[in-house]
């Protein structure tokens, strides 16, 4: 069965530059979250999508931001990047009205 | 606000013994879902249990169960059997409902399991 995507795998950035990380959720869902998980950390909800609008947010910084396009791919753009955004960051998808969340293998991003 | 505790930073079981992960949460809604993760070091996070706040059984999937005890607010994984491939992070983790219906995932500080051979 298709998983959720997510790309790059792994990525390496310098202060003060920027990211954009990459989610294909599950075909047909309709709903998409990113989470961060800092070294060592449980994994924190940044924000979600639904049907290409956002639906909430939470820790997410202001350097951060977030969409969902057409066909549900979603991106997180990071900018003015610090040493303390280096973390594992989870895209995952649902339906909704359905139970599970399903999560992508992660995108690592160091900064440097 | 909804919270999950996870009270063992690592745990060592014995291959092919069985071990249990502790878990308690806290919440106000009647109606939750108790998931459990196992992040291996490979960093994704694998789903392996769901419980249901309403749900009469305690889940199974193959060699992992959910010991709920919903009166005590606690969803204990118990892994039979263990194997070395079991080596991992292991989350406990709640549905949390969003204002619009959707739903975020809360999660515990995590058990770091050790088999040994």
């Known amino acids: 069965a298709a998983g959720v995507i997510q790309s790059p795998r792994h990525l390496i950035k310098e202060k003060r530059e920027t990211a954009t990380l990459k989610c294909y959720p599950i075909?047909?869902?309709?709903?998409v979250y990113w989470y961060q998980q800092g070294p060592g950390q449980d994994p924190q909800f940044l924000i979600s999508?639904?049907?290409?609008?956002?639906?909430d947010k939470g820790s997410i910084p202001d350097r951060f931001s977030a969409q969902q396009f057409s066909d549900y791919h979603s991106e997180l753009n990071m900018s003015s990047l610090e040493l303390g955004d280096s973390a594992l960051y989870f895209c995952?998808?649902?339906?909704?009205?359905?139970?599970?969340?399903?999560f992508g293998p992660g995108t690592r991003l160091t900064v440097t | 606000a909804q919270k999950i505790t996870q009270t063992q930073p690592g745990m060592f079981v014995q291959e092919k013994e069985a071990v249990t992960l502790d878990c308690t949460y806290d919440?106000?809604?009647?109606?939750?879902?108790l998931f459990w993760y196992k992040q291996p070091s490979s960093g994704e996070m694998i789903f392996l249990i769901y419980?249901?706040?309403?749900?009469?059984q305690n889940a199974t999937e193959g060699r992992y169960s959910l010991n709920f005890q919903k009166a005590r607010k606690s969803a204990n994984l118990v892994i039979s059997a263990s194997q070395l491939g079991d080596s991992a992070m292991y989350f406990c983790?709640?549905?949390?409902?969003?204002?619009?219906?959707?739903?975020?995932?809360?999660f515990g500080a995590g058990t770091r399991l050790f088999v040994k051979a």
């Open positions: 999508f639904y049907e290409k609008m956002q639906s």
């Open positions: 919440t106000s809604d009647p109606s939750y879902g």
């Open positions: 075909p047909r869902h309709d709903t």
């Open positions: 983790a709640m549905r949390e409902a969003l204002n619009t219906g959707g739903f975020k995932t809360i």
């Open positions: 995952a998808s649902s339906l909704a009205g359905r139970v599970g969340q399903y």
């Open positions: 419980q249901g706040s309403y749900d009469q």
